[in-house]
């Protein structure tokens, strides 16, 4: 499982966050835990393969907000008390 960090600009309030989270699952459906935030300005989402990047840049800058960069690192999901 791989955990993508995606930064946007643009973003302002939670309906911003709520923009992010549906153009992440309508892009990719198979994401998992998609959560976003305005005062972070980033997205977080987790898959089972690698996005593809340019996929993923396309769908944010189409809806309006500002694409600045990606990060991916394995997904490592923590037991009921975190361990």
Do not use: Q
Request: aromatic letters at 10%; glycine letters at 10%.
């Amino acid at each position: 499982m791989v955990k993508t960090t995606v930064k946007i600009g643009g973003m302002a309030c939670g309906m911003c966050e709520s923009h992010i989270n549906d153009v992440i699952r309508k892009t990719f459906p198979e994401a998992k835990k998609v959560s976003s935030s305005y005062k972070k300005g980033t997205a977080v989402f987790v898959t089972e393969e690698e996005v593809d990047k340019e996929c993923l840049r396309k769908a944010i800058e189409d809806t309006g907000y500002h694409y600045l960069g990606v990060s991916s690192e394995p997904y490592v999901k923590k037991g009921f008390f975190g361990w």
